[in-house]
């Protein structure tokens, strides 16, 4: 075998590992914690009888999490209930506190 194939084999799975590592901090440096009104525009439909969208609960998790709560699925629904009372949200707008952020909510 080369020095070429050694070193080769030794540098690509180092740099995958780097490149997934940069992927995903970015994405966690990355992720903010919505306001109201962002919240609300993220489904259409939002409301206290609608189904939450992927990416709502994704928020609803990270700012848990960003709060020191455990995300699990009975903060979740406590803090999707706070959220859409505290933003005051209807029909996918918020009627409240558009320019505050969910976190405010808990």
Do not use: K, Y
Not at 27 to 33: F, Y
Not at 74 to 82: D, F, M, P, S, V
Not at 91 to 97: E, I, L
């Amino acid at each position: 075998m080369s020095r070429f194939s050694l070193t080769l084999r030794r540098f690509v799975p180092a740099a995958a590992v780097l490149a997934v590592s940069a992927f995903l901090g970015g994405c966690a440096a990355g992720a903010a914690v919505p306001t109201c009104a962002e919240f609300a525009d993220m489904n259409p439909d939002t409301g206290i009888f609608a189904r939450l969208s992927d990416e709502q609960h994704e928020a609803i998790r990270h700012t848990l999490t960003e709060g020191g709560f455990d995300d699990g699925a009975w903060n979740e629904t406590l803090g999707r209930t706070a959220v859409i009372a505290f933003c005051n949200i209807d029909s996918g707008s918020a009627n409240q506190n558009q320019d505050r952020l969910i976190s405010e909510a808990f």
